[in-house]
Every structure is written in C-alpha cells, then in structure tokens.
C-alpha cells in the first residue's frame, strides 16, 4: 500500500510540476483562438458578400460569352461591383491582420497596460496555487524520504516559476533608485528586482530590506551555503557553473547583481542592466557587458538551497540579519 501511495504522489506531482504552472499560458492561448475565431467569423460574413458578388458578376460575364474579353466595358453597375469587391477585400484583411497581431501579442505577454499587468497576476495566481499543492503534499508526508521527494520537485517548479514571472519584466526601465512592483511600469533596480521576483513567487521576505542590502550578503542568505564561491576570472565562473549542473545562481558583482540560469546547455543571465539599454534583460552569459566588465563574482546556487525551497513551503520569514556571522572556513573568498 505505501509503495502504491508513493508511486500515486510521485505521479501526481510530475503532472503538476509539467502542466500546472502552464495554466496561464493556456489562459492566453485561450483568449488567442476565441478572439482569432471571432476574427475568421466576421471574415466568413464579408467573404460570403463578397461571394455572393462575384456570383452575380460571373452571371453578368455568361451572358457576354461571344463578346471577346478585351472588348468588354464594365457598366456603371458592375464598376460598383467591382469597387465593393475590392473593399471588401480590403476590410478582410484588415480585420485578419488587426486582430491576429493584437491576439499573438497577448498571448505571449508582450503588451503593455492593462494587458500586461493581467496575464502577470494570472501566472502569479497560479504560481500561488501550485505552491499550495506543494505545500500540502509536504505537510502530509510522513518521513524523510517523502519529504526529500517533495523537495525535488519543488526545485524544479522553482526555475519553473523563475522562468515565468521573469519573462514579464524584460524591458522594465532601470534606475538606480527603481523600486516598482509591476513589471514595464515605472523603474526598477538590480537588487528589487531579484528581492521582488521572489516575493511575488511567494517566498517570505523583506522586498525592501534584500534590495538594498550588499549583494554578498544576499548571495549567502539565499543560496545554498555549500555552493558558494568566489571568482575572479569569468572564464572559471563560467566552468563551475557548468560542474554544479542547470539551476538558478545568485551573482554578486562589484555593485551590482543579477541571476543566471543554466538551462538545457544555455547559460543566461538576467538582471536589471545600468549598462547599455538600462533595461532588465535577458543575455548570454558570454554576451553580457555586465558580466564581463566585472572584477568579483560571488556566486551561489539558489534553486537547490533545501533551507529555502522549506521556507517557501512552511511560509517561514527570511531574516536578513545586520550583522552576518563570519564566513567558516569552507566558504571564506577563493580567488583562483
């Protein structure tokens, strides 16, 4: 009976971990083929007056047969036929194009106003629900080995989450002293932007307090005490982070900090860019200004930090404490 219970979670949280969150995706994609429906249903109405004019102009060229066709004049009344014909063509094509670009831009969340600031609070409901399954599936399990497979899960549905809260605030205007809650609405900067996707993903913290905080200290609050380094070559960071494995890292720059994302061989990293656009963007690890104009990288792994993925899941507060206890041996600055 306990291996069937188990193989019945196991099962269960994989159709979660692989369909839940996407519920907003749907939500959109939804919304794109009813409102592309009602786009081909007003099309269907014109293209049928438009058939019906071409019918009644095929009837009145049957009945010139024997006239050759480069010697026919168009009378007043098939002139305006032929006039409709072509504004009818016309307004088709308007209302498709209109109506699809519109749709398409909805879907992928790509608008802004209203529309935006919609599909962000749908996908933050369904993160929300979804970490509430969690969050039950961990309260009921009755020994260790269930609760580290919940964790497991809850590691995955983390970059999961990262992923899709992230994607709406590429494009956000940065500024140094940017603290908005909505992303394209107003101005944010490197240090909110991490502290409030991790808010809004449902983590118990201080948005305001993590921002502002150095980002050395940051990294050892939120990342995986074992896994924290020091680099000062970008070259190494880069061959560590491919030895930890894909995940989501905490990086603290100089003055700065952001997130990579290692993923199915790509390496990315994400923050809110004082340089060149001065947007929050989505680069290359070996693309990014950033990255490479820096002299420090201290760098964690956040996604696996077991301490975390429990405190997302019991709802326990996240301290910042002022004054951070010293560094044990293992984790004091390496600089290769």
């Known amino acids: 009976m306990d291996y069937h219970r188990e193989e019945a979670a196991n099962l269960s949280l994989e159709t979660s971990s692989t369909t839940g969150l996407h519920t907003s995706s749907f939500v959109r ?66 209302l498709f194009l209109c109506n699809s670009i519109s749709c398409l831009a909805q879907a992928s969340g790509m608008t802004h106003g209203h529309s935006t600031n919609t599909a962000y609070n749908l996908t933050l409901d369904e993160v929300e629900r979804e970490l509430e399954y969690y969050r039950g599936l961990y309260k009921d399990a009755r020994n260790k080995t269930e609760r580290d497979s919940v964790l497991n899960h809850v590691e995955t549905f983390f970059n999961n989450s990262y992923k899709a809260i992230m994607h709406f605030w590429y494009s956000t205007s940065y500024d140094f002293d940017g603290m908005t809650e909505q992303p394209r609405e107003g101005k944010i900067a490197c240090g909110y932007l991490i502290s409030t996707f991790l808010k809004h993903a449902g983590v118990n913290l201080n948005r305001i307090k993590f921002a502002q905080e150095r980002s050395g200290k940051v990294v050892d609050v939120l990342c995986r005490p074992s896994s924290i380094n020091t680099f000062r070559r970008i070259d190494l960071l880069r061959e560590w982070i491919e030895e930890q494995g894909e ?54 792994k956040m996604s696996d930090n077991k301490a975390l993925l429990k405190s997302w899941l019991k709802g326990d507060r996240i301290e910042l404490e002022t004054d951070a206890p010293p560094l044990t041996p293992e984790l004091k600055f390496k600089f290769p």
Request: net charge negative.
């Open 247 to 300: 995940g989501v890292y905490l990086v603290g720059l100089d003055t700065h900090i952001g997130a990579i994302d290692y993923y199915q061989g790509e390496i990315t990293f994400t923050h809110a860019s004082p340089l060149g656009a001065q947007t929050v963007v989505r680069e290359k690890f070996d693309d990014s200004l950033s990255l490479s104009v820096a002299s420090i990288y201290m760098v964690g």
């Open 29 to 94: 994609l939804e919304q794109l083929f009813s409102n592309a429906y009602n786009s081909f249903s007003q099309i269907n109405y014109h293209f049928n007056i438009v058939l019906s004019i071409f019918q009644c102009k095929a009837f009145w060229i049957s009945q010139s047969d024997n006239c050759p066709v480069q010697t026919l004049t168009l009378p007043p009344m098939q002139l305006m036929l032929t006039k409709r014909i072509f504004l009818y063509g016309v307004l088709c094509l308007n």
